[in-house]
Nanobody, 114 residues
Framework: VQLQASGGGLVQAGGSLALSCAAS????????MGWYRQAPGKQREWVGY???????EYKDSVKGRFTITRDSVKNTMSLQMSSLKPEDTAVYYC?????????WGQGTLVTVSS
């Protein structure tokens, strides 16, 4: 499985930004997709998941501001971010699991200016 993330950039606090992740390869057995992020000088942290049945889970600090969706036809996953805060600044990584294997996309940088 290969994952390709895109859509990062610079946005002002309070603004919105959407990230996309395109999946290719053996995608039919993907059980969960999601996003992680890593802020400068910090460890990578989980942001949210979307399961095969469409159920989503989010880190508390992004609930109500971030939305993960998945298009199974286009094999893409999106992260819609709104009401962005400077503390959301990080490199965002898309992620998926196939059976017991984990796969990561390359990161895309999101910078939120105050």
């Amino acid at each position: 499985v290969q994952l390709q993330a895109s859509g990062g950039g610079l946005v002002q606090a309070g603004g919105s930004l959407a990230l996309s992740c395109a999946a290719s390869g053996n995608i039919y057995d993907i059980s969960v997709m999601g996003w992680y992020r890593q802020a400068p000088g910090k460890q990578r942290e989980w942001v949210g998941y979307i399961y095969k049945n469409g159920r989503t889970e989010y880190k508390d600090s992004v609930k109500g501001r971030f939305t993960i969706t998945r298009d199974s036809v286009k094999n893409t996953m999106s992260l819609q971010m709104s009401s962005l805060k400077p503390e959301d600044t990080a490199v965002y990584y898309c992620y998926c699991t196939v059976v017991l294997e984990s796969y990561w996309g390359q990161g895309t940088l999101v910078t939120v200016s105050s």
